[in-house]
């Protein structure tokens, strides 16, 4: 996909560059990797509309297709259409589409997705970096997974109702990143989460450095490097701690939460780096000194004995036992749980809900006050 990437940010007047794609075709070495993987060197086909309310549009269409190479995996999908306009600066891509059936299976694993649908409105900035928002959800999911050499029945995840959506907003010299998702109903195994939600945004991030890094990234996935791919992450990698340190970037993680068996679970906290040394950039031990870090994790009683219900109930089934009380067992595995946590003070306990609080600073992880001690990282 970095192929269309590079013809749609090929100049600053989006429109252009879509007429560009107009009849595109790959590059004869993903051609080949298209038409193994999926049975078409071109899966995408895209057209002029005209004007829509005044706005430039494209079609973008993927037809529905079945590919089954032969060797036991096949990959199936539906028409999927998406409906492209760009305003009269050029500059500003919204987008709306939807897909109604994904699928994909191989000897150890099956995808199926549902009902899923996108929406944009992106402008295109400087260095090619993206401003605006996204949102897309898929209305079912479902994976099994079989682990290799294994026979019987696969592990199935199913979730239902994932939305999704993302904003980056620009400021003079730096962005920020905020991104929303919750997932309705997870199901494994057979236990169910509900309402997971996971909240976060990235503050500061240094727009000079975001410019320089997507080059390098754009560069290496469209031309044959002899480079070491590991270093060259690595070298990105540093190259953003050091402009993070410098701007000041802050991860906030707003909300990660749950519900199980009627209760929820909850983290919030932020981590950022606080007076990092350029010689510090060439020692992870030495970094991770820099770190300041504070996350706050709030779990109810009440959602452990409920996990202890359910582990001692699935425990007598397998044995085929019904000598003990599955209640009594789940509450005594909860009260040596919860004893454990408070006796070595990993945990507070507050109306019925276990709190910590989890800092990293100065190379030293504590919970609570409490330091925990760490492996050592390896040397470089």
């Known amino acids: 996909m970095f192929e269309v990437q590079d013809v749609l940010e090929s100049s600053p007047h989006i429109g252009r560059n879509l007429d560009r ?12 990797l298209l038409e193994a993987a999926i049975g078409s060197a071109q899966p995408m086909q895209l057209e002029r509309l005209g004007k829509r309310d005044g706005q430039d549009a494209w079609r973008l269409m993927m037809p529905a297709r079945q590919h089954a190479p ?17 305003d009269k600066s050029g500059r500003r891509l919204i ?41 897309f959800g898929v209305k079912h999911m479902e994976f099994d997974l079989q ?37 309705a109903s997870i199901g494994v195994a057979g236990e169910q989460l509900s309402n997971l939600i996971m909240n976060y945004r990235l503050n500061q991030v240094d727009k ?46 707003e909300r990660i939460s749950a519900d199980y068996g009627g209760h929820t679970f909850t983290l919030q906290g932020r981590l950022a780096l606080k007076g990092a040394k350029e010689s510090d950039f060439d020692d992870l031990a030495q970094l991770f000194k820099r770190l300041d870090a504070t996350y706050d994790i709030a779990v109810p009683v ?10 001692s109930k699935r425990r007598m089934a397998a044995a085929g036992s ?10 005594t595995m909860t009260d040596a749980v919860v004893g454990k946590l408070l006796g070595e003070g990993f945990a507070k306990l ?12 100065g190379g030293k992880v504590r919970v609570n006050g409490k330091e925990v001690s760490l492996p050592t990282p390896p040397q470089q």
């Open 208 to 253: 000079k450095t975001a410019i320089e890094i997507a080059a390098r990234s754009r560069k290496t996935a469209l031309q044959e490097s002899g480079n070491d791919e590991k270093a060259e992450l690595l070298a990105m990698l540093r190259d953003l701690a050091r402009a993070s340190n410098k701007a000041g970037t802050a991860l906030t993680i």
């Open 95 to 135: 987008s709306t589409g939807t897909w109604e059936r994904f699928d994909m299976q191989d000897e150890g694993m099956r995808i199926a997705l549902r009902d899923m649908r996108t929406s944009t409105d992106q402008r295109m900035g400087q260095g090619k970096l993206w401003f605006g928002t996204l949102q």
């Open 322 to 331: 019904t000598a003990q009380d599955p209640v009594l067992m789940a509450q």
């Open 350 to 361: 507050d109306k019925g809900v276990l709190r910590a609080t989890i800092t990293a600073r």
């Open 70 to 86: 032969g060797d036991g995996s096949s990959v199936g999908w539906s028409e999927s259409p998406t409906e492209l306009r760009v």
């Open 147 to 183: 682990a290799p050499g294994q026979q019987g029945q696969p592990l199935t995840l199913m979730m239902d109702g994932l939305d999704f959506s993302g904003r980056t907003i620009e400021h003079a010299t730096t962005f920020d990143i905020v991104h929303r998702t919750r997932i």
């Open 302 to 311: 009440a959602l452990i004995k409920a996990g202890a219900l359910s582990a």
């Open 21 to 32: 794609l107009v009849g595109f075709q790959f590059t004869p070495a993903t051609a080949r």
